[in-house]
């Protein structure tokens, strides 16, 4: 027997001692960039934008339209699928991975295609989600893209796309591929209709959706700061056996060499949107 030994009940606790610490998380956010800790709130409230060094934090595909678009907006072909045409599985099947992401981010795949108002004009407007899968694009994302080119020819209206993505969807092989050349002649047929289409690229955009969509803008915009490549930078370091230069295959690297048209911070991108659309429409 021990040599002491408590003989009274400890003292009934109201609360379970799991339950007694103040819940702090998901309150406070560090950013990524500068370290400092941000309220959450004030962060939500300056567009996901670090307040004190400016870091554009990622946003998902609803947030971006609901930035973007004045207040209701009609979202089209919600329920579109992947079929799974290869049955792959890598550390899983792939069929599990789009239920999973499915349960998480309630919606069927990797971008809101949807039709609505920036600050008053009617536009085809469609957002990316990065949470699903990487935001890579497979048959599903290409066919929804090209739904929203042939609504916004039919409906003689601009189109706009956020692109957020890591690419192709590699689970569909080169049915996700086939995305590239199917979205690119979709958007030759609304050159021809004259209908402007402008470019959104966030942080990151690389592989088969800056190889297609994302960089066949009338105008192609992004936002600062974001990663926006065909290969990742080791790739290429390998390919070409160069170090790189600093800040290579970010927005304000690819503005001074030519490949964007502007880096539009996210507070002023509706605004600049609006004035863009007035200029190409007029
Ligand atoms: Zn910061």
Redesign the pocket.
């Known amino acids: 027997m021990a040599w002491f030994k408590r003989d009274k009940k400890p003292i009934d606790q109201p609360t379970p001692p799991e339950e007694r610490r103040v819940r702090t998380e998901g309150l406070w956010v560090k ?6 800790i ?1 309220f959450r709130k004030d962060l939500e409230e300056n567009l996901l934008v ?1 307040p ?4 554009h934090f990622r946003m998902d595909a609803k947030q971006r339209l609901q930035m973007l678009l004045d207040g209701h907006y009609t979202e089209h072909d919600a329920s579109m699928v992947s079929t799974d045409p290869l049955k792959f599985v890598d550390t899983k099947p792939y069929a599990k991975r789009i239920k999973d992401a499915q349960k998480k981010l309630h919606m069927n795949d990797a971008i809101i295609t949807a039709e609505g108002q920036l600050a008053g004009k009617n536009v085809v407007c469609c957002a990316m989600e990065f949470g699903f899968i990487g935001g890579s694009m497979g048959a599903v994302v290409g066919e929804k893209v090209t739904r929203a080119i042939e609504l916004s020819i039919e409906s003689r209206q601009p189109l706009i796309i956020v692109s957020c993505s890591g690419g192709a969807r590699m689970m569909e092989g080169t049915i996700s591929l086939m995305q590239l050349a199917k979205v690119a002649a979709a958007l030759a047929r609304l050159d021809d209709e004259k209908l402007p289409y402008i470019s959104v690229l966030t942080d990151p955009t690389t592989g088969g959706v800056t190889a297609s969509f994302a960089m066949l803008g009338d105008l192609n915009i992004a936002e600062p700061g974001a990663l926006i490549g065909f290969a990742g930078p080791r790739v290429i370091e390998q390919t070409i056996r160069q170090k790189l230069p600093e800040g290579f295959q970010r927005s304000e690297f690819l503005l001074e060499h030519g490949f964007l048209d502007a880096v539009v911070p996210r507070k002023d991108l509706k605004g600049f949107l609006s004035n863009t659309l007035d200029l190409l429409l007029s």
């Open positions: 950013c990524d960039s500068c370290r400092a941000v670090c004190k060094c400016q870091f």
